[in-house]
Nanobody
Framework: QVQLVESGGGLVQPGGSLRLSCVVS????????IAWFRQAPGKEREGVSC????????????YYSDFVKGRFSISRDSAKNTAYLQMNSLKLEDTAVYYC?????????????????WGQGTQVTVSS
């Protein structure tokens, strides 16, 4: 059974940082793309970042939506079967529930929501 569990959300001031974690069980994270999405109240879910598999077919290449480029960084730790989203220079508009998702498209195009497995989400609130 595949399970994704996010953590690391919280309340932070504008300009601050948070690191989200996504622990994956049931799948070897190396073989699948993994992505982060977010959904703010009253808005549609949007793709934030994704990273390709590292199984030899692709090389763990990371992609970002324009609104987080230069501020967020996605990574994966094979030994811990965990993905991370380091979020720096947070803005008020980054406030949302953040979800990690496994097994979808990650090819430099739009990060769409056609991923097979999802976590339950973690709340990030940026407020002064």
């Amino acid at each position: 059974q595949v399970q994704l569990v996010e953590s690391g959300g919280g309340l932070v001031q504008p300009g601050g940082s948070l690191r989200l974690s996504c622990v994956v069980s049931g799948f070897n994270l190396d073989y699948y793309p993994i992505a982060w999405f977010r959904q703010a109240p009253g808005k549609e879910r949007e793709g934030v970042s994704c990273i390709t598999s590292t199984d030899g077919r692709t090389d763990g290449r990371a992609y970002y939506s324009d609104f987080v480029k230069g501020r967020f960084s996605i990574s994966r730790d094979s030994a811990k079967n965990t993905a991370y989203l380091q979020m720096n220079s947070l803005k008020l508009e980054d406030t949302a529930v953040y979800y990690c998702a496994l097994d979808g498209f990650c090819d430099g195009g739009d990060i769409d929501a056609r991923y097979s497995y999802w976590g339950q989400g973690t709340q990030v609130t940026v407020s002064s």
